[in-house]
């Protein structure tokens, strides 16, 4: 069983940064496939970010050149770096691994998942 902890959610001005941690425990962390989601209220939950073990990454058109997700075997956690924040990426920000990787873009297909962080950016 895998176990997943979210930090580093915050409130920040339209323009700032902030970096999300997902720790990971239980599990063989270089076989998943990590990936963040996110939901706002009244919205469903979309795919952000998702990283291969080979450290192939995957964005969505919303963040692609202001997000970048990074993984850390040693530490066996995952991050998002958020850069250029606007107010729509105001959301829970979720940390989720996947053990077949084959569509990554896609919460279904994840196994497991984290409490989630917020992350607020005002205007």
């Known amino acids: 069983q895998v176990q997943l902890v979210e930090s580093g959610g915050g409130l920040v001005q339209a323009g700032g940064s902030l970096r999300l941690s997902c720790a990971a425990s239980?599990?063989?962390?270089?076989?998943?496939?990590m990936g963040w989601f996110r939901q706002a209220p009244g919205k469903e939950r979309e795919f952000v970010a998702a990283i291969r073990w080979s450290g192939n990454t995957y964005y969505s058109d919303s963040v692609k050149g202001r997000f970048t997700i990074s993984r850390d075997y040693a530490k066996n956690t995952v991050y998002l770096q958020m850069n250029s924040l606007k107010p729509e990426d105001t959301a829970v920000y979720y940390c989720?691994?996947?053990?077949?990787?084959?569509?990554?873009?896609?919460?279904?297909?994840?196994?497991?998942w984290g409490q989630g962080t917020q992350v607020t950016v005002s205007s």
């Open positions: 989720a691994a996947d053990s077949l990787g084959v569509v990554v873009d896609s919460f279904q297909e994840y196994d497991y």
């Open positions: 239980g599990g063989t962390f270089r076989r998943y496939v």
